[in-house]
Nanobody, 127 residues
Framework: HVQLVESGGGVVQAGGSLRLSCAAFGRNVSTYSMGWVRQDPGKERGFVAAINWRDGHTYYADSVEGRFTISRDNAKNTVSLQVNSLKPEDTAVYYC????????????????????WGQGTQVTVSS
């Protein structure tokens, strides 16, 4: 397991942008696939984006494709989520997650493959 600490959430108007960051602490962080998952109150956590540890390949939920960009810096043990063109329905708590698995379009969407979770950061989009 690794420890994850998110930052960068906030309140923004529709159409605006934010950059969420996640710092990872632990051994062999670069061998973990990383993802972002979000949760609305009363709903289950839903997949947003993930990045494969081996080749850096990225995967996105259909609802954020083209608006969100996930990236990682293995030298700094950080993963970021650039969120653009925000919509009110993007309002949620965003969680950084990590797992020792090979991320693919299928595996990245499975919540249980992630073994480590951050505390979450709130993103609120006003209309």
């Amino acid at each position: 397991h690794v420890q994850l600490v998110e930052s960068g959430g906030g309140v923004v108007q529709a159409g605006g942008s934010l950059r969420l960051s996640c710092a990872a602490f632990g051994r062999n962080v670069s061998t973990y696939s990383m993802g972002w998952v979000r949760q609305d109150p009363g709903k289950e956590r839903g997949f947003v984006a993930a990045i494969n540890w081996r080749d850096g390949h990225t995967y996105y939920a259909d609802s954020v494709e083209g608006r969100f960009t996930i990236s990682r810096d293995n030298a700094k043990n950080t993963v970021s989520l650039q969120v653009n063109s925000l919509k009110p329905e993007d309002t949620a708590v965003y969680y950084c997650a990590a797992g020792s698995f090979m991320a693919t379009m299928t595996t990245a969407r499975i919540r249980t493959v992630y073994s480590s979770w951050g505390q979450g950061t709130q993103v609120t989009v006003s209309s």
